[in-house]
């Protein structure tokens, strides 16, 4: 037989696109419309549906940048459309592509109660099935004006990205506001066609179902009259009937398809957006729901649950239902998706805790499932605490993004830190945004690496990042693909019946341990400096808030303010969202953030003067409270007493224009370039700077990613470097050494401080560069093959070399507190008090290998916001030679938590300690359940065992070993206020402590 396959796909794509697709609607009439543009910020709805609106006509443009515009439709169904099917179809410019991205609406009736969502892929309302004939239709359009940002000129800069600087031209053209019948064959032929055409691409051209495929697609379009398609559809869906019902192969791969839309909490749109796109979204979802008795949603993130609670009652009553019905599905158990790199330990914590706390309190469900699809790499340390919240199994399709290496596994058990296996599942289908296309799961089969030993993967299934969720389509085609020969087997499935399935079916999956590294968009640990500060600095009140709130409540009675606690987390969780931290979000959200953090800093202050003022009394003397973990100048940690004196420093000159800095235990010399040149420690004996080079050098570089400005730094960036080594300025102010430099359109000053066993630098950049990374080295004389960074709750380490091609695409990398490198007996740590990136390196030369260490501070990318990092910056590092991996934890506390000082009578006694410096407390806080008692956590922070005794320091009646949610894990034991515990390698333990 002659092979005519192209002529026959090409038949196909032409026909559906030109008539058959055209005749789902045959006829159509206008509606009227009026409208009414809200000025400013939007409006509740009761105000936008009374509002006095003006006739508006299909063809003239409307939506400023960011505006809302109230549109009211009004028509009558025509008497001879009786008996049919009629919908509204409401086009308000939409582009094609791009659902999310762009201007959408959500539809109402008069009384208020929300219909549905409109975007590009979802533009039409059902008006009655069958009509009448003569109903009068009046609908009402809450549309969004939200400007394109990432347009099909990818990445280009532009002003739209705060409703500040947009402008207000108007963006879209009202496209169609029509009444349409709706011929269902015909639409049920389109996706008859649809599927079975995009199988047949997937299939092998020597097969023998891909040309039954193609010739029952072919005796289709010929029973197809291309002037009667509507007449004709159901013989053509007569001739695909035989080929649709032939069942799938018993190995057939099979796809729990979970609904769904990933909402990005803030991203090309402010948090204010979000709440609307969320309202749209779920109002779509609880329709299609209504239609399709087989369509299960799944909704992640409780911020976004509870912005629809909060401003959307009429939206939340149709969620609540169809919770209820076990058919809309809380999704995983955070509070919002978030960074997993950034967040410190106890803030990564609370997102379980109050996204668990959400969804147990509102609908009694409590899920072992963590869904992150689009988080930027995964830190060790989370597993742990995966499991602590009372989870256990973990989804995310991200790491698919990796630019170097292909993952071996799609479903394995991740191990962390302290050895916590999580069963771990990577959807093949490598997104969040499947549409059900043939294409996405002959890949999702194809893909999947655990064929042979496992048959199932997830797909969540609707359009995300700015929502709109599942389609009828897309649940029209996973019905057709649910048995069919040829493709993976489909069903909608929640995410809990796809993991027991996958379980079950794979008893000894394979193992991976240590970070889930994505390679790519690691410049997310630097843009937007003052964000990161804001997320750390607000982490660091949080603690000392907690604590010296508790310690007021406990010792002097101060009422515990925990409605400010608790909403105060939830503003710093929201904003760990993984395109707030990472630094990722328009200038809006970022300018929104920075005035946030400052909020949220006053607030923690109050709180934490206030409880430290009760607890000192009235007193002539001086107390310093110390929030740290660790005890320091003499204070005990959590508790407050008169400082000792640190020891003394003196400064000298050097006689070729640099400065000595001495104290009993380092000695540092800096140069007339104010560079440190030698860092030498006094009690081992021992030079930290390696030979020849210099430390506190900062370095600049081009920096001009392929793609995805603020997110990426490409491995190239390296090829250029310059020293910044010309000074204006460099002389000793008081103990300090004061360096000034300039650079292009920019002026750093820096501080360098002997204190104790550390050099202190404290940096301020007036910042005006563009399309530049800008670097402190710190070129250490240690020979390391790898180094520890800090991560939650213990640290993990990264290979200084490039051996393999993992190895090498981790060139910049993720740190809390510290970075840490050693040689046995010996090693240096830099602490920080808000940077993230950084990058380590070896160097080999006549002296033998050296290692480099250099902080990432700054970058200049000009997408999505034109103007980030702008201005002025304040960083705090030091430099710790001779530390321990233990010093280094320490360290990395002090610098983050300034002792406090306060007029005060008597010393304040700790609530707890412990004996112990390897045990670190993280949280002394009394219990979110309002009982009083207090909630110790701790974990091991060295990597080794730990036997302690934890003391209290108030009448404990009983402890009772609790999980991050504060739930009992374990019997109570009556103790007095000695807690001897023996801790694991990083293990993490929370403790109820029962006050007598
Ligand atoms: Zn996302």
Same mark, same amino acid.
């Given at each position: %037989?002659?092979?005519?396959?192209?002529?026959?796909?090409?038949?196909?794509?032409?026909?559906?696109?030109?008539?058959?697709?055209?005749? $789902?609607?045959?006829?159509?009439?206008?509606?009227?419309?009026?409208?009414?543009?809200?000025?400013?910020?939007? #409006?509740?709805?009761?105000?936008?549906?009374?509002?006095?609106?003006?006739? $508006?006509?299909?063809?003239?443009?409307?939506?400023?940048?960011?505006?809302?515009?109230?549109?009211?439709?009004?028509?009558?169904?025509?008497?001879?459309?009786?008996?049919?099917?009629?919908?509204?179809?409401?086009?308000?410019?939409?582009?094609?592509?791009?659902?999310?991205?762009?201007?959408?609406?959500?539809?109402?009736?008069?009384?208020?109660?929300?219909? *549905?969502?409109?975007?590009?892929?979802?533009?039409?309302?059902?008006?009655?099935?069958?009509?009448?004939?003569?109903?009068?239709?009046?609908?009402?359009?809450?549309?969004?004006?939200?400007?394109?940002?990432?347009?099909?000129?990818?990445?280009?800069?532009?002003?739209?990205?705060?409703?500040?600087?947009?402008?207000?031209?108007?963006?879209?053209?009202?496209?169609?506001?029509?009444?349409?019948?709706?011929?269902?064959?015909?639409?049920?032929?389109?996706?008859?066609?649809?599927?079975?055409?995009?199988? %047949?691409?997937?299939?092998? &051209?020597?097969?023998?179902?891909?040309?039954?495929? /193609?010739?029952?697609?072919?005796?289709?379009?010929?029973?197809?009259?291309?002037?009667?398609?509507?007449?004709?559809?159901?013989?053509?869906?007569?001739?695909?009937?035989?080929?649709?019902?032939?069942?799938?192969?018993?190995?057939?791969?099979?796809?729990?398809?979970?609904?769904?839309?990933?909402?990005?909490?803030?991203?090309?749109?402010?948090?204010?957006?979000?709440?609307?796109?969320?309202?749209?979204?779920?109002?779509?979802?609880?329709?299609?729901?209504?239609?399709?008795?087989?369509?299960?949603?799944? %909704?992640?993130?409780?911020?976004?649950?509870?912005?629809?609670?909060?401003?959307?009652?009429?939206?939340?009553?149709?969620?609540?239902?169809?919770?209820?019905?076990?058919?809309? #599905?809380?999704?995983?158990?955070?509070?919002?998706?978030?960074?997993?790199?950034?967040?410190?330990?106890?803030?990564?914590?609370?997102?379980?805790?109050?996204?668990?706390?959400?969804?147990?309190?509102?609908?009694?469900?409590?899920?072992?499932?963590?869904?992150?699809?689009?988080?930027?790499?995964?830190?060790?340390?989370?597993?742990?605490?995966? *499991?602590?919240?009372?989870? *256990?199994?973990?989804?995310?399709?991200?790491?698919?993004?990796?630019?170097?290496?292909?993952?071996?596994?799609?479903?394995? /058990?991740?191990?962390?830190?302290?050895?916590?296996?999580?069963?771990?599942?990577?959807?093949?289908?490598?997104?969040?945004?499947?549409?059900?296309?043939?294409?996405?799961?002959?890949?999702?089969?194809?893909?999947?690496?655990?064929?042979?030993?496992?048959?199932?993967?997830?797909?969540?299934?609707?359009?995300?990042?700015?929502?709109?969720?599942?389609?009828?389509?897309?649940?029209?085609?996973?019905?057709?693909?649910?048995?069919?020969?040829?493709?993976? %087997?489909?069903?909608?499935?929640?995410?809990?019946?796809?993991?027991?399935?996958?379980?079950?079916?794979?008893?000894?999956?394979?193992?991976?341990?240590?970070?889930?590294?994505?390679?790519?968009?690691?410049?997310?640990?630097?843009?937007?400096?003052?964000?990161?500060?804001?997320?750390?600095?607000?982490?660091?009140?949080?603690?000392?808030?907690?604590?010296?709130?508790?310690?007021?409540?406990?010792?002097?009675?101060?009422?515990?303010?925990?409605?400010?606690?608790?909403? $105060?987390?939830?503003?710093?969780?929201?904003?760990?969202?993984?395109?707030?931290?990472?630094?990722?979000?328009?200038?809006?959200?970022?300018?929104?953030?920075?005035?946030?953090?400052?909020?949220?800093?006053?607030?923690?202050?109050?709180?934490?003067?206030?409880?430290?003022?009760?607890?000192?009394?009235?007193?002539?003397?001086?107390?310093?409270?110390?929030?740290?973990?660790?005890?320091?100048?003499?204070?005990?940690?959590?508790?407050?007493?008169?400082?000792?004196?640190?020891?003394?420093?003196?400064?000298?000159?050097?006689?070729?224009?640099?400065?000595? /800095?001495?104290?009993?235990?380092?000695?540092?010399?800096?140069?007339?370039?104010?560079?440190?040149?030698?860092?030498?420690?006094?009690?081992?004996?021992?030079?930290?700077?390696?030979?020849?080079?210099?430390?506190?050098?900062?370095?600049?570089?081009?920096?001009?990613?392929?793609?995805?400005?603020?997110?990426?730094?490409?491995?190239?960036?390296?090829?250029?470097?310059?020293?910044?080594?010309?000074?204006?300025?460099?002389?000793?102010?008081?103990?300090? #050494?004061?360096?000034?430099?300039?650079?292009?359109?920019?002026?750093?000053?820096?501080?360098?401080?002997?204190?104790?066993?550390?050099?202190?630098?404290?940096?301020?950049?007036?910042?005006?560069?563009?399309?530049?990374?800008?670097?402190?080295?710190?070129?250490?004389? &240690?020979?390391?093959?790898?180094?520890?960074?800090?991560?939650?709750?213990?640290?993990?380490?990264?290979?200084?070399?490039?051996?393999?091609?993992?190895?090498?695409?981790?060139?910049?990398?993720?740190?809390?507190?510290?970075?840490?490198?050693?040689?046995?007996?010996?090693?240096?740590?830099?602490?920080?008090?808000?940077?993230?990136?950084?990058?380590?390196?070896?160097?080999?030369?006549?002296?033998?290998?050296?290692?480099?260490?250099?902080?990432?501070?700054?970058?200049?990318?000009?997408?999505?916001?034109?103007?980030?990092?702008?201005?002025?910056?304040?960083?705090?590092?030091?430099?710790?030679?001779?530390?321990?991996?233990?010093?280094?934890?320490?360290?990395?506390?002090?610098?983050?938590?300034?002792?406090?000082?306060?007029?005060?009578?008597?010393?304040?006694?700790?609530?707890?300690?412990?004996?112990?410096?390897?045990?670190?407390?993280?949280?002394?806080?009394?219990?979110?359940?309002?009982?009083?008692?207090?909630?110790?956590?701790?974990?091991?922070?060295?990597?080794?065992?730990?036997?302690?005794? /934890?003391?209290?320091?108030?009448?404990?009646?009983?402890?009772?070993?609790?999980?991050?949610?504060?739930?009992?894990?374990?019997?109570?034991?009556?103790?007095?206020?000695?807690?001897?515990?023996?801790?694991?390698?990083?293990?993490?333990?929370?403790?109820?402590?029962?006050?007598?």
């Amino acid at each position: %037989m002659h092979d005519d396959r192209n002529l026959v796909e090409a038949r196909l794509k032409r026909v559906l696109n030109e008539r058959i697709r055209p005749a $789902i609607y045959p006829e159509s009439v206008p509606l009227e419309v009026a409208v009414w543009h809200a000025p400013g910020e939007p #409006v509740p709805v009761a105000e936008g549906l009374a509002a006095e609106s003006e006739p $508006i006509a299909v063809g003239q443009a409307w939506g400023a940048p960011w505006g809302t515009s109230w549109f009211t439709v009004t028509g009558t169904v025509p008497a001879e459309w009786s008996g049919r099917i009629v919908e509204a179809i409401l086009d308000l410019g939409f582009d094609a592509d791009k659902p999310g991205f762009q201007c959408e609406g959500l539809v109402y009736r008069p009384d208020g109660t929300p219909v *549905k969502g409109l975007n590009p892929r979802n533009q039409w309302v059902r008006i009655g099935d069958p009509a009448e004939g003569g109903e009068e239709v009046r609908l009402h359009v809450e549309a969004a004006s939200n400007p394109i940002i990432l347009g099909h000129n990818e990445f280009r800069p532009t002003a739209m990205g705060d409703k500040e600087t947009a402008g207000a031209d108007p963006l879209y053209v009202l496209t169609r506001m029509d009444l349409a019948v709706f011929d269902k064959t015909v639409w049920e032929l389109v996706m008859d066609l649809e599927v079975l055409g995009e199988l %047949m691409l997937e299939l092998p &051209v020597d097969g023998t179902r891909r040309w039954e495929l /193609l010739r029952a697609v072919e005796r289709a379009l010929d029973a197809i009259d291309l002037q009667d398609v509507g007449g004709t559809a159901a013989a053509a869906r007569a001739e695909l009937a035989g080929v649709l019902a032939s069942p799938a192969v018993p190995s057939a791969h099979r796809i729990s398809a979970v609904g769904h839309a990933h909402i990005d909490s803030a991203w090309l749109w402010p948090l204010r957006e979000t709440v609307r796109k969320v309202a749209r979204t779920t109002s779509n979802m609880t329709a299609l729901l209504e239609d399709e008795p087989d369509f299960v949603f799944a %909704m992640s993130q409780a911020q976004q649950w509870a912005w629809v609670k909060e401003h959307r009652p009429e939206v939340w009553a149709k969620v609540t239902k169809a919770v209820a019905a076990g058919r809309f #599905v809380p999704a995983g158990g955070m509070w919002v998706e978030s960074d997993t790199n950034m967040p410190g330990s106890e803030a990564m914590a609370r997102q379980f805790v109050h996204g668990k706390r959400f969804f147990i309190d509102e609908f009694g469900v409590d899920n072992e499932e963590v869904w992150l699809p689009d988080t930027f790499g995964f830190a060790a340390g989370l597993p742990q605490i995966i *499991k602590a919240a009372g989870s *256990k199994r973990l989804l995310t399709q991200k790491i698919s993004w990796s630019q170097t290496n292909t993952f071996p596994h799609h479903t394995f /058990l991740w191990e962390g830190i302290d050895g916590t296996r999580i069963f771990t599942h990577f959807p093949p289908v490598d997104t969040y945004n499947c549409s059900m296309q043939g294409r996405e799961l002959a890949h999702a089969a194809r893909n999947f690496k655990d064929k042979g030993v496992a048959r199932h993967s997830l797909a969540p299934t609707g359009w995300g990042d700015g929502g709109g969720g599942t389609t009828r389509e897309m649940v029209a085609k996973a019905a057709r693909a649910r048995d069919l020969e040829g493709s993976p %087997m489909v069903t909608w499935e929640t995410p809990a019946e796809f993991f027991a399935k996958a379980e079950a079916e794979y008893p000894q999956p394979p193992v991976w341990v240590g970070e889930l590294y994505l390679e790519l968009h690691r410049a997310t640990l630097t843009s937007q400096a003052k964000t990161k500060q804001g997320n750390r600095r607000s982490e660091s009140l949080l603690r000392d808030a907690e604590l010296w709130a508790a310690t007021a409540a406990v010792r002097a009675g101060v009422p515990y303010p925990y409605e400010r606690l608790d909403r $105060i987390w939830k503003t710093v969780l929201l904003h760990q969202f993984h395109d707030i931290l990472p630094g990722s979000s328009i200038a809006w959200v970022h300018r929104e953030a920075r005035r946030t953090y400052e909020l949220v800093a006053g607030e923690l202050n109050e709180i934490i003067d206030g409880a430290q003022r009760a607890l000192a009394g009235d007193g002539p003397g001086e107390l310093t409270f110390n929030g740290a973990p660790h005890a320091r100048h003499g204070v005990p940690a959590g508790g407050a007493a008169p400082a000792a004196q640190a020891a003394p420093t003196v400064a000298r000159a050097r006689e070729d224009g640099g400065f000595v /800095l001495e104290n009993d235990l380092l000695r540092v010399e800096i140069d007339g370039r104010g560079l440190v040149v030698s860092a030498f420690d006094l009690r081992a004996g021992r030079e930290t700077v390696a030979p020849g080079r210099a430390a506190n050098l900062l370095q600049l570089h081009q920096d001009f990613p392929n793609k995805w400005d603020a997110w990426d730094v490409d491995e190239f960036y390296r090829h250029t470097v310059t020293d910044l080594t010309e000074t204006e300025d460099v002389r000793l102010d008081g103990n300090s #050494v004061v360096v000034r430099r300039s650079f292009g359109a920019s002026a750093v000053t820096q501080r360098l401080t002997l204190t104790g066993g550390r050099l202190e630098i404290g940096t301020e950049v007036d910042w005006h560069e563009t399309e530049k990374f800008l670097k402190l080295a710190f070129p250490l004389d &240690v020979r390391a093959d790898r180094y520890a960074s800090e991560s939650q709750y213990g640290h993990s380490f990264r290979a200084t070399h490039t051996n393999t091609s993992w190895e090498a695409a981790k060139f910049e990398a993720c740190n809390h507190r510290f970075v840490h490198v050693e040689e046995p007996g010996w090693g240096v740590a830099v602490v920080n008090d808000s940077t993230y990136g950084h990058d380590v390196t070896r160097e080999v030369d006549e002296h033998g290998t050296t290692t480099t260490l250099r902080v990432s501070l700054l970058r200049a990318p000009r997408f999505p916001d034109p103007e980030t990092d702008q201005g002025v910056h304040r960083f705090r590092h030091a430099l710790v030679p001779g530390a321990a991996i233990g010093d280094a934890v320490r360290e990395g506390y002090f610098i983050n938590l300034p002792e406090r000082r306060v007029p005060g009578a008597a010393p304040v006694e700790p609530l707890v300690t412990v004996d112990d410096d390897a045990v670190v407390v993280t949280a002394v806080k009394l219990a979110d359940d309002e009982s009083g008692d207090v909630i110790v956590r701790f974990h091991e922070s060295r990597g080794g065992r730990a036997k302690a005794i /934890l003391r209290t320091g108030f009448p404990v009646a009983e402890v009772v070993p609790a999980d991050l949610l504060e739930r009992p894990t374990g019997e109570p034991q009556r103790q007095g206020g000695e807690i001897p515990v023996t801790l694991r390698p990083f293990e993490l333990v929370t403790l109820r402590l029962k006050r007598a």
